[in-house]
C-alpha cells in the first residue's frame, strides 16, 4: 500500500483543482455572458452573470439568431436529439445481434466476417463521405432522419466489446439454457441480454455523446434549417458579412447544446463506470 504523506495528496488535490479550474473557466464564462444583452459584450468579456437570462434563453429557443440558415434552438435541439438516440440504439442493437451471431452460431466464414467488421474502423465515415453522400443523395435521403442516422448507424467498435463479452459467459451457461430448451432468442433475451446492461449502458453513454457532436455529415446532408442539429446551428446563429452577432445568443445556443449531452452523462455515469471497470467484463 502506498503511504499517504500530506504534501503529496495537498500537490495532487492542488494539480485537481488547477485542471477543474481551466476546464471550468471557459465554461463559465460562456454562462455568464448568455444573460447580458449584445451591446454588453461588445469589447469586454463579462465575469458576472447579467440580468437577461430569461429572455436570451427564451429568444433562442423560439427565435434563434440574426444568422443565415438559423433556425430556433427548440427545433434543432429535437433534432440532435432524434438523431443522437437512433445512432446509439442502432448501433447498440446492430452490434450486440452481429456479436451474439459471430460468438454462438457457427457458419462459414464466420471469423472472416468478424475481421471485416472489424477493418471497417479504418473507413470512418470522413474517408468514405463522398461515395456516402452520393448513396444517400440517389436514394433521396438528403434533409431527412434516414439520411442522418443510417450512414453513421453501424459500429464496429462496440460489435468488438460486446463479442469480447460474450466470450467471458462460461459455457455452462449456454448449456443450461440449451437443457432447459431455450431457443437462440430466448437464451439471447433472458441470459446475455440482461448481462450485458452494464455494457450497453456504458456504449450508449459514448455512443449518444458521438451522435450528438455530429457536424461535418450533418452539414452536407441538410439544407433545410428545418433539419439543422444544434452542433451545426451554432455556426449558423452566426451572421455572417457585416451583420453584428449577437454573441449572448450564441453563448445561450452553446449552453443550451451542452445541455443534454451533460445530462446523460450525469445520470449514467453509474452505470458507464461500472461497465468499463467491473471486473468480471
Not at 32 to 44: N, V, Y
Not at 55 to 80: F, I, Q
Not at 208 to 228: A, C, H, K, R
Request: proline content about 5%; some cysteine.
Amino acid at each position: 500500500m502506498v503511504e499517504r504523506q500530506p504534501i503529496w495528496t495537498f500537490a495532487t488535490h492542488a494539480v485537481l483543482g488547477l485542471g477543474l479550474l481551466i476546464v471550468a473557466f471557459p465554461l463559465y464564462i460562456t454562462l455568464a455572458a448568455s444573460t447580458h444583452t449584445a451591446q454588453e459584450l461588445l469589447g469586454h468579456v463579462p465575469l458576472w452573470f447579467g440580468d437577461r437570462f430569461v429572455e436570451n434563453y427564451a429568444r433562442a429557443l423560439t427565435a434563434g439568431g440574426r444568422g443565415a440558415g438559423s433556425a430556433p434552438v427548440l427545433r434543432m435541439l429535437a433534432n440532435s436529439l432524434v438523431v443522437a438516440l437512433v445512432i446509439a440504439v442502432g448501433k447498440i442493437a446492430i452490434s450486440i445481434l452481429s456479436a451474439y451471431a459471430i460468438v454462438y452460431f457457427r457458419f462459414p466464414f464466420r471469423m472472416t466476417c468478424f475481421w471485416t467488421i472489424f477493418l471497417t474502423l479504418m473507413l470512418p465515415v470522413e474517408v468514405r463521405i463522398m461515395p456516402t453522400f452520393k448513396v444517400v443523395a440517389d436514394l433521396g435521403l438528403l434533409n431527412s432522419y434516414a439520411g442522418l442516422t443510417i450512414p453513421l448507424i453501424a459500429s464496429a467498435t462496440a460489435t468488438f466489446l460486446f463479442r469480447q463479452f460474450f466470450l467471458t459467459v462460461p459455457e455452462e451457461l449456454t448449456e443450461a439454457a440449451r437443457i432447459d430448451g431455450a431457443g437462440a432468442l430466448r437464451f439471447f433475451w433472458s441470459i446475455l441480454a440482461p448481462l450485458s446492461k452494464t455494457n450497453i449502458a456504458a456504449l450508449f453513454v459514448i455512443l449518444f455523446i458521438f451522435g450528438w457532436n455530429q457536424y461535418l455529415w450533418p452539414l452536407l446532408v441538410t439544407t433545410d434549417e428545418t433539419m439543422s442539429t444544434v452542433v451545426m446551428g451554432i455556426k449558423r446563429v452566426v451572421p455572417t458579412g457585416d451583420a453584428a452577432a449577437e454573441w449572448n445568443l450564441v453563448m445561450a445556443t452553446v449552453v443550451l447544446a451542452m445541455l443534454p449531452p451533460v445530462a446523460i452523462v450525469v445520470l449514467g455515469q453509474r452505470w458507464f463506470i461500472k461497465g468499463l471497470i467491473e471486473t468480471e467484463k
